[in-house]
């Protein structure tokens, strides 16, 4: 499966960070976008988008109502998510769980981790 990420992150810095982990793990195509509302626009804009790595805390939509948003769509409904927050606490976790992500990363993260995280995913999809 050709995969084609959304990364969403408020900071540019954390978005090149995950965007240079992907392309060393081999993955080329990704879209970037600034906040969960950014992310609803290019997913409705670009068909190829089939993988969402998103942060929680971020301006205008949050991750968690993005993951939530993603979810109530029935466009998107099985779309896999990965959330990679600063967020460690066991009742962040379970909420993201709850709004149905498929996996989770606490920052900061390496790369192999990443690239489990993904695996794992996308041999749950």
């Known amino acids: 499966m050709s995969v084609k990420f959304l990364v ?6 954390m978005r090149r960070i995950v965007g240079n982990s992907l392309k060393n793990l081999g993955y080329q195509s ?15 804009s670009d068909p190829e988008i089939n993988f969402v790595i998103t942060d929680w805390n ?7 109502e993005l993951t939530k948003a993603i ?10 998510i990965l959330m990679v927050t600063t967020r460690g606490v066991k009742e962040d976790i379970l909420q993201a769980l709850q709004a149905k992500v ?3 990363i606490i920052k900061p ?12 995913v996308l041999a749950t999809v």
């Not at 969403?8 to 810095?13: I, R």
């Not at 971020?58 to 968690?64: A, E, H, K, N, R």
């Not at 979810?71 to 896999?80: A, H, N, W």
């Open 8 to 13: 969403v992150d408020d900071s540019a810095t």
């Open 30 to 44: 990704f879209v970037e976008a600034v906040d969960g509302k950014d992310a609803l626009q290019k997913l409705q």
């Open 58 to 64: 971020m301006p205008v939509m949050s991750g968690l």
């Open 71 to 80: 979810r109530s769509s029935e466009q998107f409904s099985d779309m896999p």
């Open 102 to 104: 498929n996996n989770y």
């Open 109 to 120: 993260f390496t790369p192999q981790i990443l690239k489990e995280k993904i695996e794992q």
